[in-house]
């Protein structure tokens, strides 16, 4: 089938450079704007360079509670006024924490940007941390642990962090443990906060209807009194590699099957995502083609990379039926091995092009915007240009990736399973399978 000839003369859309600014305050903390004319509304947030693995031993869960305490309210406001302020001038907001990063943002006019910071400020601040509230939250996130427990997708997820970093603080859970979360005090959230929220560890971003100055101004006001030392570094993240499952009597079997990846300061980031897209990025990938649309053996199959700033993993999810699973895993390690051995230049042209489109159609909200050059300007110190993150995907070549894709796969694996998964190949016969020598470190773990 012929495809329609492109306009080849369009060029990638990209801000003009002088539209996004930064100004760093004196306690460290770096203010980030960009304007963008046409829009009314704007995005804005708080991103901290601290979350579950800034976490110490007995802490599992706190980055977490505390990010949920922070809407609980404040000496100013209650739980309730915090949000109807925002909603009442049609915004919403929200937050969230994942391992290396919490964030706090809120979207709303424009002409609204002082009530969003004035907000902002007064939750981190000046939050109440009441006992009652706390009682109450604890019990929402005990909920929420329940509810990950109960769902084999996601909690095979967390097990495949706990296991590939053999329980080092970064593949803790970010929930933490019933244990953890019903042992935490408005004192050891006053003390995480106060350790950890700090001005060099902090960005404060907002994209679309935003003038750079006015939000530096408010910022500088009302952010003032975050320290101006640098947090303590996090527990150094070294990939082992093991096996765990769960066996539990469910209709399918749940796997992930990973390997050491890189972070993204690492100059194979971009190379190993390539990677990850031609064999299971897309439909026309080749874990999709082969185990779903050809043999049927399951209904969701993908590859993911996950850098982070010092490590990263590279994995394939998929679920089968216990009666399926002797053929699929056979089946999705030999893709494995050939997407990596023998990959081809078209299929390196095609997923280099579906990553920058799906980096540049993310790049159309504001909301995106806000969120990458906060995560840019805690990594790298500044906001990468979107030619040059083109220009670097442009640049990767099927040597690059048959280089990448061999040195990922003689790690050891890491794998983890929930379900009917008590005949599933254990990590050895992986290895095998794959022509790798090198069993993971970690032993197996079976829990019924």
């Known amino acids: ?3 329609p000839p492109r306009n080849k003369d369009l060029k990638f859309g990209a801000p003009r450079q002088e539209a996004v600014r930064i100004t760093t305050l004196p306690n460290g903390l770096r203010v980030v704007t960009e304007t963008i004319p046409q829009l009314a509304t704007a995005s804005l947030g ?7 693995r800034h976490e110490r031993d007995g802490e599992q869960g706190l980055a977490h509670l505390l990010e949920h305490m922070a809407f609980k309210g404040t000496r100013r406001r209650s739980a309730l006024e915090i949000v109807a302020e925002i909603e009442a001038v049609g915004g919403d907001l929200n937050a969230e924490t994942s391992v290396e990063r919490t964030s706090y943002y809120v979207r709303l006019l424009g002409e609204d940007v002082p009530l969003a910071l004035d907000i902002l400020s007064d939750i981190l ?19 929420e642990i329940g509810a990950c427990e109960d769902t084999p997708d996601e909690i095979v997820f967390d097990m495949f962090m706990e296991t590939a970093y053999g329980g080092a603080p970064i593949g803790r859970r970010i929930l933490g443990t019933p244990k953890t979360v019903r042992a935490q005090t408005p004192e050891s959230m006053r003390g995480f906060l106060e350790r950890q929220y700090r001005g060099p560890d902090m960005v404060v971003a907002a994209a679309g209807a935003v003038d750079h100055d006015a939000v530096v101004d408010e910022v500088s006001r009302r952010f003032a009194k975050f320290g101006g030392e640098v947090a303590p570094e996090p527990v150094a993240g070294i990939y082992s590699g093991g096996d765990q499952r769960k066996i539990r009597k469910l209709e399918q079997a749940h796997m992930v099957v990973g390997f050491a990846g890189a972070s993204f300061n690492h100059p194979d980031h971009y190379a190993l995502h390539v990677f990850s897209n031609l064999l299971g990025g897309g439909m026309s990938s ?14 969701e199959i993908y590859s993911f990379h996950q850098p982070f700033s ?19 895993m056979p089946v999705m390690l030999d893709c494995l091995r050939e997407a990596a051995e023998r990959p081809t230049e078209e299929e390196v042209v095609r ?18 915007r806000a969120e990458q050059m906060a995560r840019h300007v805690l990594a790298f110190g500044r906001v990468m240009p979107r030619e040059e993150i083109v220009a670097a995907i442009e640049a990767i070549t099927l040597d690059d990736v048959k280089r990448v894709a061999a040195a990922t796969l003689a790690s050891a694996p890491t794998v983890t399973a929930v379900g009917p998964v008590r005949k599933l190949m254990d990590t050895s016969r992986i290895a095998a399978h794959l022509g790798s020598a090198k069993p993971s470190v970690g032993s197996a773990k079976t829990a019924s």
């Open 125 to 143: 601040t000046e939050p109440a941390f009441d006992k009652g509230e706390l009682r109450r939250e604890k019990g929402v996130v005990l909920q």
């Open 310 to 328: 010092d490590t990263g993993t590279f994995a394939v999810y998929g679920g089968t039926g216990e009666d399926k699973l002797a053929e699929f």
């Open 286 to 299: 080749r874990l999709f083609q082969e185990i779903r649309e050809k043999r049927g053996l399951c209904y």
């Open 46 to 52: 708080v991103w901290i360079g601290a979350g579950a």
């Open 351 to 368: 997923a280099k092009q579906q990553i920058k489109v799906s980096l540049l159609m993310g790049l159309e909200s504001s909301a995106r």
């Open 1 to 3: 089938m012929n495809a």
